[in-house]
């Protein structure tokens, strides 16, 4: 259920609080209303300090103590909020708030205030702003881009062996997320380091110590193997550029200002890490308030991050990570209460999801319809006037329909005979290397497909040009060859437009936009997906055009994928289903199947993922279609690994990786390699997970990728 978003903004005004309530909305309201209440800060400045004495005894509370927070986190709740925001606050159970906070209260433990029933940071998903006198303008924060690059430091300073197994814990198991590209830091880590590096990247992650001054603030910061690096420092550094959008601080006192207090005279001076690192352009920064122990803290990142990376919001991932060390080590135990969120608890990150693409568009003769038999045969028939060529049509009639029934051996048997009678049918090479594409076979099909493009040259049809470097730019792109697969796009396009050839251009438009949206540019993929079904609706009248749209209608709901819109996403696939099922396309759903799945493995549906998965599966064999099912296996293995099922998880990867061994497909087989690396690692098999994690790099630096640097990182930690 999406979770209401409300903004509760507090003002410290002399001896009064004033606060109001605003539901979080597209559009900012141009009347607010305010109430106000009377406080006696001595006396809710003696609550903080005993709520504060009762969290410095221990990190596991006795019961009578445990009982007394309660009691003075309810008092706080009842002295600094109106009655009609308490009642509000009370009778919401599922709710997002960010607390806009008078930087004179942010010293005050908000996370604890009590209701009567439940500490506001467990029953919210709660993250702070703050509101400052201070007039510094801080940088925009950047745009981010996939791969994210994230930096782990841990242990700078080589004497904190619990830290440095922590990050190396996170870091393990962030390897597995192929959209972060991983930075790892540790011992000897100086204060040049970070303040040459910290800019470049989008999140960090700090295991380590930190100071706090308590005579001068602005000489807090982490501690280096140098010394410190400072409030003043990240200041200074967020000039102009801004840090990265999220910092996590897993380290004692980040995010301390005092012992819990009020400071009213607060108005001229930055006092804490979390002001220097949100003046400085950081979006969020999530740190402790005291000390922890080392094992919870590793604990409460790793559930974190966990939930964070499955698009769950910051605010969500926090409390579901204060909920977990509850439940295995109870309330009493407060490390939960430690954390502190600054930024919007709603914001997630829209990390591109494992999808799949469509490979080969194609006709199909079974299960089809009649005016789809009577649209076939007309073209046929125009062709034959064309051509004159009847025994050479009815030869390539007969390889075209046992293309679709999967009898890719029939295919080949059939075509040899035609080009026996007419080497130079040109439409008989692109239909080899449509089944050698179907096969794996990507060498083969591009050899194909250059002769299909040649005889069209040569004939200087430039509609079947334009499909000729449409199919060696899809081969290319689907082997992970970026610059050639551009390269040939561009030619299509230009060529089609040239020629005033829509099909072509619609359908390469459409391509084009899946390969920026592997590239991670969802806005010029988005773009060209507006451009290319805007053409194929004003045709729709013709079957070659609607067949586009259905194509376009897919690739949309991928891009809905992408932004957590998965209602939109569904129905944006259901439209390309109804589209290729009213055509007779059955070939086509194997994709929709898998692409439906995926939205249910991530909305945690795993049993509906799997009867989606096994639908398209059906479509894949019934195919003979290998390129597909290789793909196919994977995502088995890791559906069934997240599901928990070892044994099957293990069958489905051994079943992709005797199926790659035999087929051109190198993207696969290198995520395959990694895939293993972790899945045996995560067994303590080492050994297996070092082959398969070296079998992976290595086909990674022959595909020109960044993602082998998170194969060495993986490597790395084996060792």
Same mark, same amino acid.
């Given at each position: 259920m999406q979770e209401k978003s409300i903004i509760l903004e507090v003002f410290c005004f002399q001896d009064s609080l004033k606060m109001g309530i605003l539901e979080k909305k597209d559009f900012y309201p141009s009347y607010r209303s305010f109430s106000e209440i009377k406080v006696?800060?001595?006396?809710?400045?003696?609550?903080?300090?005993?709520?504060?004495?009762?969290?410095?005894?221990?990190?596991?509370?006795?019961?009578?103590?445990?009982?007394?927070?309660?009691?003075? &986190?309810? +008092?706080?709740?009842? @002295?600094?909020?109106?009655?009609? =925001? #308490?009642?509000? *606050?009370? %009778?919401?159970?599922?709710?997002?708030?960010?607390?806009?906070?008078?930087?004179?209260?942010?010293?005050?433990?908000?996370?604890?205030?009590?209701?009567?029933?439940?500490?506001?940071?467990?029953?919210?998903?709660?993250?702070?702003?703050?509101?400052?006198?201070?007039?510094?303008?801080?940088?925009?924060?950047?745009?981010?881009?996939?791969?994210?690059?994230?930096?782990?430091?841990?242990?700078?300073? &080589?004497? +904190?062996?619990?830290? @440095?197994?922590?990050?190396?814990? =996170? #870091?393990?198991? *962030?390897? %597995?997320?192929?959209?972060?590209?991983?930075?790892?830091?540790?011992?000897?880590?100086?204060?040049?380091?970070?303040?040459?590096?910290?800019?470049?990247?989008?999140?960090?992650?700090?295991?380590?110590?930190?100071?706090?001054?308590?005579?001068?603030?602005?000489?807090?910061?982490?501690?280096?193997?140098?010394g410190l690096i400072t409030v003043e420092d990240f200041l200074l550094l967020g000039q102009t550029k801004a840090l990265p959008r999220l910092i996590f601080a897993n380290a004692c006192q980040s995010t301390r200002t005092a012992d819990f207090s009020l400071d009213k005279n607060i108005g001229s001076h930055i006092h804490s890490l979390a002001h220097a690192f949100l003046l400085s352009g950081c979006q969020h920064y999530l740190g402790c308030f005291w000390k922890i122990p080392d094992d919870l803290a590793t604990e409460f990142a790793v559930v974190f991050y966990n939930e964070f990376l499955k698009k769950a919001t910051v605010g969500s991932a926090l409390r579901s990570a204060r909920q977990a060390l509850i439940k295995k080590y109870g309330i009493k135990n407060i490390a939960w209460a430690n954390y502190i969120l600054y930024g919007d608890p709603g914001y997630f990150l829209k990390i591109p999801t494992k999808k799949r693409l469509f490979f080969i568009k194609r006709v199909t003769f079974k299960k089809v319809s009649y005016p789809v038999v009577i649209s076939l045969i007309l073209i046929l028939f125009i062709n034959f006037i064309i051509y004159f060529r009847p025994t050479s049509y009815i030869l390539f009639l007969k390889s075209l329909v046992a293309f679709k029934r999967g009898e890719n051996n029939k295919v080949f048997n059939i075509i040899k005979d035609l080009l026996n009678k007419d080497p130079d049918y040109l439409?008989?090479?692109?239909?080899?290397?449509?089944?050698?594409?179907?096969?794996?076979?990507?060498?083969?099909?591009?050899?194909?497909?250059?002769?299909?493009?040649?005889?069209?040259?040569?004939?200087?049809?430039?509609?079947?040009?334009?499909?000729?470097?449409?199919?060696?730019?899809?081969?290319?792109?689907?082997?992970?060859?970026?610059?050639?697969?551009?390269?040939?796009?561009?030619?299509?396009?230009?060529?089609?437009?040239?020629?005033?050839?829509?099909?072509?251009?619609?359908?390469?438009?459409?391509?084009?936009?899946?390969?920026?949206?592997?590239?991670?540019?969802?806005?010029?993929?988005?773009?060209?997906?507006v451009e290319s079904s805007e053409i194929n609706q004003q045709r729709k009248h013709i079957r070659e055009h609607r067949f586009n749209l259905a194509c376009d209608y897919f690739n949309l709901a991928l891009v809905f994928t992408e932004m957590n819109n998965y209602d939109k996403a569904k129905e944006f696939y259901n439209k390309s289903k109804?589209?290729?099922?009213?055509?007779?396309?059955?070939?086509?759903?194997?994709?929709?199947?898998?692409?439906?799945?995926?939205?249910?493995?991530?909305?945690?549906?795993?049993?509906?993922?799997?009867?989606?998965?096994?639908?398209?599966?059906?479509?894949?064999?019934?195919?003979?279609?290998?390129?597909?099912?290789?793909?196919?296996?994977?995502?088995?293995?890791?559906?069934?690994w997240e599901m928990g099922n070892i044994e099957e998880a293990a069958k489905y990867f051994q079943k992709a990786l005797s199926l790659c061994k035999d087929i051109d497909n190198l993207p696969i087989l290198a995520s395959l390699y990694y895939d293993l690396g972790l899945f045996y690692k995560e067994l303590s098999q080492n050994q297996q997970a070092k082959q398969y994690l070296e079998a992976s790099l290595n086909l990674y630096k022959k595909l020109n990728t960044a993602t082998y640097k998170k194969v060495e990182e993986a490597l790395l930690s084996l060792e």
């Open positions: 006696d800060f001595n006396y809710i400045q003696k609550v903080a300090t005993e709520m504060n004495n009762i969290l410095n005894k221990n990190y596991f509370l006795e019961q009578a103590d445990f009982e007394e927070l309660k009691k003075l &986190g309810h +008092l706080l709740f009842d @002295y600094l909020l109106t009655k009609s =925001i #308490k009642s509000r *606050l009370k %009778k919401e159970d599922s709710l997002e708030i960010t607390l806009i906070v008078d930087e004179k209260l942010i010293g005050l433990p908000w996370e604890l205030f009590f209701t009567g029933e439940d500490f506001l940071s467990l029953k919210f998903n709660l993250g702070r702003a703050i509101t400052t006198a201070i007039d510094i303008e801080s940088p925009y924060s950047t745009n981010i881009s996939f791969p994210l690059k994230m930096l782990i430091i841990a242990n700078p300073t &080589g004497d +904190l062996k619990a830290s @440095y197994k922590e990050a190396i814990k =996170i #870091k393990d198991y *962030l390897l %597995k997320n192929k959209e972060i590209q991983i930075d790892f830091k540790s011992f000897d880590v100086n204060s040049l380091y970070i303040k040459k590096n910290i800019r470049n990247y989008d999140l960090l992650h700090f295991a380590g110590h930190c100071g706090y001054n308590f005579d001068s603030p602005l000489k807090s910061g982490w501690i280096l193997k140098d439409l008989s090479y692109k239909l080899l290397g449509d089944t050698y594409f179907r096969l794996g076979k990507f060498n083969l099909a591009i050899k194909n497909y250059f002769e299909y493009l040649r005889l069209a040259q040569k004939k200087k049809d430039f509609k079947n040009i334009a499909s000729g470097y449409l199919k060696l730019a899809w081969t290319h792109h689907m082997k992970g060859e970026y610059n050639s697969a551009e390269d040939f796009y561009n030619k299509a396009i230009q060529i089609s437009k040239d020629s005033k050839d829509k099909l072509n251009e619609a359908d390469a438009l459409g391509r084009m936009a899946v390969y920026y949206f592997d590239k991670g540019n969802f806005e010029k993929a988005l773009s060209l997906l109804e589209l290729f099922e009213s055509m007779g396309e059955i070939s086509e759903l194997s994709d929709y199947y898998f692409n439906m799945g995926e939205i249910m493995r991530f909305e945690k549906k795993y049993q509906e993922a799997l009867d989606y998965y096994y639908k398209g599966l059906e479509i894949d064999k019934k195919l003979s279609h290998y390129f597909n099912l290789s793909s196919d296996y994977l995502m088995f293995g890791e559906l069934f």
